[in-house]
């Protein structure tokens, strides 16, 4: 079974960044497309971001020239670093694996917030 933690969630006040980490229990790690996804409160969850196994990237409008997506396929880890954060960024951010199935992880909360 394929685990994925995320970290790095917590609370920011606007403007400031955040790391966010997902690593990834298996040595197929670098077949995955990878994605980070958020989900506030009320609404369905959303794509924020994606990385292939080929390192294309694709970014939702709303992030696009703040969050970056990354990957370290020595270190079965993805990364989302999230700069300029906004308070409507505050949601509860999911890592997502998938290649012949897929994946989610916990979740990990990020708060902007003065």
């Known amino acids: 079974q394929v685990q994925l933690v995320e970290s790095g969630g917590g609370l920011v006040q606007p403007g400031g960044s955040l790391r966010l980490s997902c690593v990834v229990s298996s040595s197929f790690f670098s077949m995955y497309g990878m994605g980070w996804y958020r989900q506030a409160p009320g609404r369905q969850r959303e794509l924020v971001a994606e990385i292939t196994s080929g390192r294309r990237t694709n970014y939702a409008d709303f992030v696009k020239g703040r969050f970056t997506i990354s990957r370290v396929n020595a270190e079965t880890t993805v990364y989302l670093q999230m700069n300029n954060l906004k308070p409507d960024d505050t949601a509860v951010y999911y890592c997502?694996?998938?290649?012949?199935?897929?994946?989610w992880g916990q979740g990990t909360q990020v708060t902007v917030s003065s």
């Open positions: 997502n694996a998938r290649w012949r199935e897929a994946y």
